[in-house]
Protein backbone atom coordinates (compact mmCIF):
# COMPACT_ATOMS: atom_id res chain seq x y z
CA UNK A 1 0.00 0.00 0.00
CA UNK A 2 1.34 3.48 -1.11
CA UNK A 3 2.31 5.72 2.07
CA UNK A 4 2.60 9.90 2.03
CA UNK A 5 6.26 9.77 2.82
CA UNK A 6 8.10 13.41 1.81
CA UNK A 7 10.04 12.69 -1.65
CA UNK A 8 12.83 14.26 -3.19
CA UNK A 9 13.54 17.12 -4.72
CA UNK A 10 11.55 17.79 -7.88
CA UNK A 11 13.98 17.97 -11.09
CA UNK A 12 11.36 20.46 -13.16
CA UNK A 13 8.33 22.23 -12.69
CA UNK A 14 5.27 20.10 -12.30
CA UNK A 15 3.86 18.57 -16.28
CA UNK A 16 1.45 15.72 -15.04
CA UNK A 17 -1.87 16.23 -13.28
CA UNK A 18 -2.16 15.65 -9.70
CA UNK A 19 -1.82 17.66 -6.41
CA UNK A 20 0.57 15.57 -5.15
CA UNK A 21 3.96 13.59 -6.56
CA UNK A 22 1.87 10.07 -5.71
CA UNK A 23 -0.93 11.42 -8.20
CA UNK A 24 1.35 12.52 -10.70
CA UNK A 25 2.99 8.99 -10.41
CA UNK A 26 0.46 7.32 -11.05
CA UNK A 27 -0.88 8.94 -14.10
CA UNK A 28 2.55 8.52 -15.74
CA UNK A 29 2.60 5.19 -14.83
CA UNK A 30 -1.18 4.69 -16.69
CA UNK A 31 -0.44 6.49 -19.83
CA UNK A 32 2.91 4.31 -19.95
CA UNK A 33 1.47 0.79 -18.59
CA UNK A 34 -0.82 1.41 -21.79
CA UNK A 35 0.67 2.47 -24.42
CA UNK A 36 4.30 0.75 -23.56
CA UNK A 37 2.83 -2.37 -21.45
CA UNK A 38 4.00 -2.73 -17.82
CA UNK A 39 7.17 -4.96 -18.93
CA UNK A 40 8.16 -1.93 -21.58
CA UNK A 41 7.75 0.70 -19.03
CA UNK A 42 10.50 1.11 -15.91
CA UNK A 43 10.51 3.01 -13.05
CA UNK A 44 13.06 5.58 -14.76
CA UNK A 45 10.73 6.39 -17.10
CA UNK A 46 7.86 7.00 -14.73
CA UNK A 47 10.12 9.06 -13.02
CA UNK A 48 11.25 11.07 -16.23
CA UNK A 49 7.68 11.95 -17.45
CA UNK A 50 6.99 12.90 -14.17
CA UNK A 51 10.12 15.23 -13.52
CA UNK A 52 11.50 13.66 -10.70
CA UNK A 53 14.56 11.35 -9.41
CA UNK A 54 13.78 7.78 -10.02
CA UNK A 55 14.19 7.22 -6.23
CA UNK A 56 11.49 9.33 -5.26
CA UNK A 57 9.47 6.78 -6.68
CA UNK A 58 9.98 4.22 -3.76
CA UNK A 59 9.19 7.05 -1.02
CA UNK A 60 5.26 6.20 -2.72
CA UNK A 61 5.68 2.82 -4.01
CA UNK A 62 7.38 -0.01 -2.51
CA UNK A 63 7.30 -2.07 -6.19
CA UNK A 64 6.22 -1.41 -9.90
CA UNK A 65 3.58 -3.84 -9.38
CA UNK A 66 2.44 -1.81 -6.18
CA UNK A 67 1.70 1.13 -8.78
CA UNK A 68 -0.41 -1.76 -10.77
CA UNK A 69 -2.18 -2.60 -7.61
CA UNK A 70 -3.13 0.81 -6.94
CA UNK A 71 -4.18 1.83 -10.65
CA UNK A 72 -6.41 -1.64 -11.16
CA UNK A 73 -8.12 -0.82 -7.73
CA UNK A 74 -9.10 2.40 -8.74
CA UNK A 75 -11.08 1.57 -11.35
CA UNK A 76 -13.78 -0.47 -9.22
CA UNK A 77 -13.47 1.85 -5.80
CA UNK A 78 -16.47 4.51 -6.83
CA UNK A 79 -18.64 1.61 -8.55
CA UNK A 80 -17.99 -0.73 -5.44
CA UNK A 81 -19.03 2.14 -3.71
CA UNK A 82 -22.17 2.84 -5.14
CA UNK A 83 -23.19 -0.97 -5.40
CA UNK A 84 -22.91 -0.74 -1.78
CA UNK A 85 -25.66 1.79 -1.31
CA UNK A 86 -27.66 0.27 -4.14
CA UNK A 87 -27.99 -3.07 -2.35
CA UNK A 88 -29.75 -1.31 0.35
CA UNK A 89 -31.74 0.74 -1.74
CA UNK A 90 -35.65 0.16 -1.66
CA UNK A 91 -36.07 1.24 -5.61
CA UNK A 92 -36.89 -1.66 -8.49
CA UNK A 93 -34.26 -3.96 -9.32
CA UNK A 94 -34.31 -3.08 -12.86
CA UNK A 95 -33.57 0.45 -12.14
CA UNK A 96 -30.63 -0.13 -9.04
CA UNK A 97 -28.84 -2.57 -11.97
CA UNK A 98 -29.62 -0.51 -14.51
CA UNK A 99 -27.83 2.77 -12.51
CA UNK A 100 -25.05 0.55 -11.77
CA UNK A 101 -24.15 -0.65 -15.37
CA UNK A 102 -24.52 3.09 -16.35
CA UNK A 103 -22.37 4.81 -12.99
CA UNK A 104 -19.71 2.18 -14.14
CA UNK A 105 -19.62 1.83 -17.57
CA UNK A 106 -19.57 6.00 -18.13
CA UNK A 107 -16.17 6.21 -15.47
CA UNK A 108 -14.62 3.81 -17.33
CA UNK A 109 -15.13 5.29 -20.91
CA UNK A 110 -14.37 8.96 -19.33
CA UNK A 111 -11.49 8.55 -17.38
CA UNK A 112 -8.46 9.85 -18.41
CA UNK A 113 -6.76 6.69 -19.36
CA UNK A 114 -8.17 3.37 -20.42
CA UNK A 115 -7.18 1.94 -16.89
CA UNK A 116 -9.79 -0.94 -17.35
CA UNK A 117 -7.42 -2.49 -20.05
CA UNK A 118 -4.49 -3.11 -17.36
CA UNK A 119 -6.54 -5.59 -16.28
CA UNK A 120 -5.67 -7.62 -19.26
CA UNK A 121 -1.96 -6.92 -19.16
CA UNK A 122 -0.23 -10.42 -18.72
CA UNK A 123 1.32 -9.36 -15.56
CA UNK A 124 -2.72 -8.07 -14.16
CA UNK A 125 -3.53 -12.46 -14.88
CA UNK A 126 0.00 -13.59 -13.18
CA UNK A 127 -0.14 -11.71 -10.42
CA UNK A 128 -2.34 -11.32 -7.12
CA UNK A 129 -3.93 -7.90 -6.43
CA UNK A 130 -5.89 -8.70 -3.02
CA UNK A 131 -7.50 -4.76 -2.60
CA UNK A 132 -9.01 -4.84 -6.86
CA UNK A 133 -9.60 -8.52 -6.66
CA UNK A 134 -11.95 -8.42 -3.46
CA UNK A 135 -13.40 -5.39 -5.07
CA UNK A 136 -13.99 -7.08 -8.36
CA UNK A 137 -15.47 -10.10 -7.07
CA UNK A 138 -18.28 -7.85 -4.48
CA UNK A 139 -19.15 -5.96 -8.04
CA UNK A 140 -19.66 -9.09 -9.54
CA UNK A 141 -21.83 -10.60 -6.29
CA UNK A 142 -23.42 -7.37 -6.69
CA UNK A 143 -24.13 -7.61 -10.51
CA UNK A 144 -25.51 -11.34 -10.19
CA UNK A 145 -28.05 -10.27 -7.55
CA UNK A 146 -29.23 -7.41 -9.30
CA UNK A 147 -29.87 -9.32 -12.90
CA UNK A 148 -31.34 -11.81 -11.08
CA UNK A 149 -33.56 -9.81 -9.31
CA UNK A 150 -34.76 -7.74 -12.56
CA UNK A 151 -35.00 -10.92 -14.48
CA UNK A 152 -37.57 -11.90 -12.21
CA UNK A 153 -39.28 -8.52 -12.65
CA UNK A 154 -39.84 -9.12 -15.90
CA UNK A 155 -43.20 -9.71 -16.99
CA UNK A 156 -42.58 -11.14 -20.57
CA UNK A 157 -44.14 -14.78 -21.22
CA UNK A 158 -40.58 -15.10 -23.43
CA UNK A 159 -38.21 -14.70 -20.19
CA UNK A 160 -40.98 -16.58 -17.56
CA UNK A 161 -39.91 -19.88 -19.68
CA UNK A 162 -36.11 -19.71 -19.79
CA UNK A 163 -34.30 -22.73 -18.27
CA UNK A 164 -32.18 -22.34 -15.43
CA UNK A 165 -28.92 -22.64 -17.75
CA UNK A 166 -29.84 -19.47 -19.30
CA UNK A 167 -31.01 -17.77 -16.38
CA UNK A 168 -27.77 -18.52 -14.66
CA UNK A 169 -26.15 -17.22 -18.01
CA UNK A 170 -28.20 -14.01 -18.29
CA UNK A 171 -27.66 -13.09 -15.28
CA UNK A 172 -23.50 -13.12 -15.86
CA UNK A 173 -23.91 -10.82 -18.66
CA UNK A 174 -24.57 -7.12 -17.45
CA UNK A 175 -21.01 -7.65 -15.82
CA UNK A 176 -19.20 -8.41 -18.60
CA UNK A 177 -21.07 -5.86 -20.48
CA UNK A 178 -19.65 -3.60 -17.95
CA UNK A 179 -16.20 -4.85 -19.28
CA UNK A 180 -16.83 -4.69 -22.80
CA UNK A 181 -16.26 -0.82 -22.63
CA UNK A 182 -12.98 -1.17 -21.53
CA UNK A 183 -12.34 -3.30 -25.07
CA UNK A 184 -14.69 -0.77 -27.08
CA UNK A 185 -12.72 2.10 -25.73
CA UNK A 186 -9.58 0.18 -26.87
CA UNK A 187 -10.92 -0.72 -29.83
CA UNK A 188 -12.38 2.12 -31.44
CA UNK A 189 -10.56 5.40 -29.39
CA UNK A 190 -12.29 7.56 -31.09
CA UNK A 191 -15.84 5.81 -30.79
CA UNK A 192 -15.80 8.00 -26.93
CA UNK A 193 -14.93 11.35 -28.12
CA UNK A 194 -17.40 11.12 -31.31
CA UNK A 195 -20.96 9.31 -29.46
CA UNK A 196 -19.60 10.15 -26.01
CA UNK A 197 -19.08 8.59 -22.55
CA UNK A 198 -22.74 9.33 -21.38
CA UNK A 199 -24.64 7.88 -24.34
CA UNK A 200 -22.40 5.22 -25.06
CA UNK A 201 -22.84 4.28 -21.17
CA UNK A 202 -26.51 4.49 -21.95
CA UNK A 203 -26.51 1.99 -24.72
CA UNK A 204 -24.80 -0.56 -23.00
CA UNK A 205 -27.11 -0.36 -19.64
CA UNK A 206 -29.77 -0.74 -22.36
CA UNK A 207 -28.07 -3.82 -23.54
CA UNK A 208 -28.00 -5.03 -20.51
CA UNK A 209 -31.66 -4.76 -19.21
CA UNK A 210 -32.55 -6.64 -22.62
CA UNK A 211 -30.43 -9.17 -22.57
CA UNK A 212 -32.15 -10.10 -18.94
CA UNK A 213 -35.99 -9.96 -21.03
CA UNK A 214 -36.71 -6.20 -19.84
CA UNK A 215 -38.88 -4.66 -22.97
CA UNK A 216 -40.88 -1.69 -23.49
CA UNK A 217 -39.93 1.47 -22.98
CA UNK A 218 -36.79 1.96 -21.02
CA UNK A 219 -37.39 5.96 -20.52
CA UNK A 220 -38.47 6.02 -17.42
CA UNK A 221 -36.14 3.44 -15.75
CA UNK A 222 -33.19 5.43 -17.36
CA UNK A 223 -34.57 8.63 -15.30
CA UNK A 224 -35.21 6.62 -12.47
CA UNK A 225 -31.34 5.53 -12.36
CA UNK A 226 -30.39 8.74 -12.36
CA UNK A 227 -32.04 10.05 -9.91
CA UNK A 228 -30.92 7.12 -7.70
CA UNK A 229 -27.55 8.12 -8.51
CA UNK A 230 -27.97 11.80 -8.26
CA UNK A 231 -29.70 11.00 -4.51
CA UNK A 232 -26.71 8.49 -3.29
CA UNK A 233 -24.23 10.95 -4.56
CA UNK A 234 -25.59 13.48 -2.87
Given at each position: ?S????GR??R?ER????????????????E?F??????G???????T???????T????????E???D??LT?TV??P????????R??E??????????????R????????LG?L??L?????T??P?F????????D????L???????????D??Q??????????A?P??F???AI??????P?RV??I???D????I???A??A???????????K??R?V?R????
Amino acid sequence: MSTSRPGRPRRVERRRPGDTPEEEILDAAAELFITRGFAGTSTRLIATAVGIQQSTIYHYFSTKEEILDNLLTRTVVAPARLAESLMRDPERAAVRLYAMVWFDCRQLLAAQWNLGALFNLPESTRTKFPRFDERREYLRDCYRALSLATRSESSTSDSAQWSATEVDIAAALPFHFVEAAIQIRSDSPGRVERIGADDLATGIADAALRALGHSGDLTPVRKAARQVIRQIED
